[in-house]
């Protein structure tokens, strides 16, 4: 089942859980977009994704 989303997942609703913080921290320029940050933000969608 790894890389598999669960079968109630809407996948547009997946694709704004991972775009949504980081489009945010860039239109608001809150913070800078770091490569860590991208991957922890990707870590915790698809762990509540899966």
């Given at each position: 089942?790894?890389?598999?989303?669960?079968?109630?997942v809407d996948p547009a609703?997946?694709v704004e859980l991972v775009?949504?913080?980081?489009?945010?921290?860039?239109?608001?320029?809150?913070?800078?977009?770091?490569?860590?940050?991208?991957?922890?933000?990707?870590q915790l969608a698809f762990?509540?994704?899966?």
């Amino acid at each position: 089942m790894a890389g598999q989303l669960r079968a109630d997942v809407d996948p547009a609703d997946a694709v704004e859980l991972v775009y949504a913080p980081i489009y945010y921290r860039l239109l608001l320029r809150t913070r800078p977009v770091r490569p860590e940050d991208a991957r922890r933000q990707l870590q915790l969608a698809f762990e509540g994704l899966a």
